[in-house]
């Protein structure tokens, strides 16, 4: 036998590459997990800090709109803000905001107030914005209890229909309660508001303006309700443009004059001219 032989009888037979183990873990798996689990983390960082620097700043502008309107600290103001506040809020400057005062005291009633913010800036206290308006709106409960007297709410409801305002009357009588409506259209006009008779509903039959008074000899075109100044009922600072039942809510729109929101004296209650 050759020396060569005897070295290649004496070599180990080669190792045969077999299947992986089913139990360990493939390094491209590995990465993919740790990926993963990495992009969760950072997710919910960002989440918590957005939220924590969101509910931060609808403080701030919560004492802002209380501060202007000189309302107490219990006064529930609900604050919704555009974009990520966490990108906005390290400048100084939010590209937009909507502020919603709840129950906000309107004469006999209460109302929601709802102010559209633009381009705030600034901060500790002292703000400055490019826009402001506002809207005040009520629910059927909150429109009752401004445009029916109290004696009179037990017979008489407010509730809306497209765009009226709709008087429903429930009247006890001999033959039953008499029930009916009149739908009346608001408008506004010299810094007043008031309304016109659109239709009359009695014994289940709408009737136009026109059928009423053919049957009546009335001039139903004629008859308003007495104009109101909502002005009076709102700071001076916020001015009345126009009004109109939305969304079944009796809406008023607002002005804002910005040089005197936050002012003693536009706190002060509006007039009418």
């Known amino acids: 036998m050759a020396l060569s032989d005897q070295q290649t009888a004496l070599l180990p037979p080669r190792l045969q590459p077999g299947p992986p183990d089913p139990g360990q873990p493939r390094p491209g798996v590995l990465f993919a997990v740790l990926a993963v689990v990495l992009v969760a983390l950072a997710v919910t960082a960002l989440a918590t800090a957005e939220a924590i620097s969101r509910a931060e700043s609808q403080r701030t502008i919560a004492s802002m709109v209380r501060a202007a309107l000189e309302l107490p ?7 919704d803000i555009e974009g990520f506040a966490l990108l906005q809020q390290p400048f100084g400057r939010f590209d937009g905001a909507h502020a919603t005062v709840r129950s906000f005291p309107t004469g006999p009633a209460t109302s929601d107030l709802t102010f559209d913010m633009e ?15 506002g809207a005040l709106t009520l629910t ?3 429109a009752t209890a401004l445009f029916v007297p109290a004696e009179a709410r037990g017979a008489v409801r407010v509730g809306f229909s497209g765009d009226d305002v709709v008087f429903d009357v429930s009247l006890p009588g001999g033959m039953g309660t008499q029930t009916g409506s009149v739908a009346m259209t608001p408008r506004f006009e010299k810094g007043r508001v008031s309304a016109g008779v659109s239709s009359v509903t009695a014994g289940g039959k709408v009737l136009s303006v026109e059928e009423v008074t053919a049957l009546t000899g009335g001039d139903l075109a004629a008859l308003q309700v007495e104009p109101l100044c909502f002005a009076e009922l709102l700071p001076r600072a916020l001015h009345v443009s126009d009004v109109a039942v939305s969304e079944q809510r009796f809406r008023v729109e607002l002005g804002v004059d910005l040089a005197t929101f936050d002012t003693a004296a536009g706190s002060e209650p509006g007039s009418c001219p």
């Open 73 to 79: 600290d219990s006064q529930r103001i609900d604050v």
């Open 119 to 133: 381009g705030l800036r600034g901060g500790d206290g002292d703000w400055t914005l490019d826009g402001l308006s």
């Open 140 to 142: 059927a409960a909150q």
